[in-house]
């Protein structure tokens, strides 16, 4: 049996303390087969401000080494130059595969997925969703350079082509609790890694397991998942404070 660990942090706004860096940091050096992952708004623009090109908290995520950070309304834009403004200091890929180019092409650091090889030869695709900021035929999209589909659609679509490539795969969500309960649904996805709800919450029993870790780096989530024979068997979560545990539960066979 072998397994992947996620660690999860959310809804930073621009709030990451040193003494949380160094916390995340240790928790990354634990198991070699660990993947960082942010589920959005980490930067502390507003949804129509332009940001920083070298913003502080991405520098900070750089540093820590983060596989990939899904597109909040936060790192969103409507027009290219700002949000390519937005992300510049970005070192790991931006996951959006809702987001859709209408007038200019997508940023080069903006992915709908990734697909990773552990060390101990797990294959884990990630899915990135953003919410719907721009949904396409409405009035606000005439004069945006992009449009955001259905996360729901996006992710059906893409899970299907992706699940024969993957021993794991997962959907990191920017598109709140109730967009996350009805993908966790989608046939073939594994674990539901999101924010937006500013929730701390592991929730099971609905489809694929849900992991929440509230906002403004408070928490971290570390789920912890067993692959036997190429196949999911169990996921464990908990939820801990940046400095303690805070919360922990079991997980179920699958």
Not at 35 to 42: F, M, T
Request: hydrophobic content about 40%; glycine content about 10%.
């Amino acid at each position: 049996m072998e397994k992947c660990i996620f660690l999860l942090t959310g809804d930073l706004h621009g709030r990451l303390s040193e003494e949380a860096e160094k916390r995340i940091s240790a928790l990354r050096r634990e198991d070699e087969n660990t993947l960082l992952l942010d589920a959005g708004d980490a930067v502390e623009a507003g949804n129509l401000g332009g940001g920083r090109r070298k913003s502080p908290i991405l520098e900070r995520m750089n540093r820590l080494g983060y596989a990939a950070l899904a597109m909040g309304n936060r790192e969103s834009h409507p027009f290219r130059k700002l949000l390519e403004r937005k992300l510049a200091a970005a070192r790991f890929p931006i996951l959006a595969a809702n987001l859709m180019a209408k007038r200019q092409p997508l940023p080069a650091v903006v992915k709908d997925h990734i697909l990773r090889q552990l060390p101990n030869g797990l294959r884990v695709a990630i899915i990135g969703l953003a919410p719907q900021m721009t949904a396409p035929r409405s009035w606000w999209s005439r004069v945006t350079d992009y449009l955001f589909d259905a996360p729901e659609k996006t992710a059906a679509g893409l899970a299907a082509k992706l699940r024969k490539k993957a021993d794991i795969l997962v959907i990191l969500s920017h598109c709140g609790i109730e967009t996350d309960r009805k993908l966790a649904k989608i046939e073939g996805v594994d674990l539901i890694l999101g924010g937006h709800s500013h929730v701390e919450v592991f929730e099971e029993g609905g489809g694929a397991p849900i992991l929440h870790t509230g906002c403004l780096g408070r928490s971290i989530g570390r789920a912890e998942v067993m692959v036997e024979c190429g196949k999911v068997i169990k996921v464990e979560a908990a939820l801990k404070r940046l400095s303690e545990p805070v919360r922990q539960k079991g997980g179920r066979k699958r």
